[in-house]
């Protein structure tokens, strides 16, 4: 089982509005297609169908607030910049952003089965 992190999450989230956007993305474990043809390893060959899956699911199924999920459609779905969908909202870009960067987390999390810590990066540092 692959881990989601905040990475994975932002490049699925388009492919939730668009179901045409799920072509443009590649799957991180196929090689490159000048590459000359090798072995694939059949358990990893479908991950990509399980992650538009999963981040379907898990945009029906996490807890974000009516305000992150604003953010996130605004951001990921219409591909609006932060300071148009932060005019949209009626807050800065910059509480755009926050608000996109938590939903993000709370979907991580909720996909890796954990609860959504607030700034959770800073308690990996400490933990260091």
């Not at 945009?59 to 932060?86: C, F, I, K, M």
């Not at 909202?89 to 959504?116: M, P």
């Amino acid at each position: 089982m692959t881990a989601y992190d905040r990475r994975l999450v932002e490049h699925l989230l388009p492919a939730v509005w668009d179901q045409e956007a799920a072509y443009g993305i590649r799957n991180p474990t196929a090689p490159d297609a000048d590459m000359p043809k090798g072995t694939v390893d059949p358990k990893a060959a479908g991950i990509l169908f399980a992650h538009l899956a999963d981040i379907r699911r898990g945009w029906a199924t996490a807890p974000l607030t009516s305000a992150e999920r604003q953010a996130l459609v605004l951001r990921y779905g219409a591909d609006l910049p932060d300071d148009e969908a932060g005019a949209l909202q009626g807050v800065t870009g910059r509480a755009t952003r926050y608000r996109c960067e938590r939903g993000i987390g709370k979907i991580a999390a909720h996909l890796n089965g954990h609860s959504y810590v607030d700034g959770y990066e800073e308690l990996d540092d400490a933990a260091a």
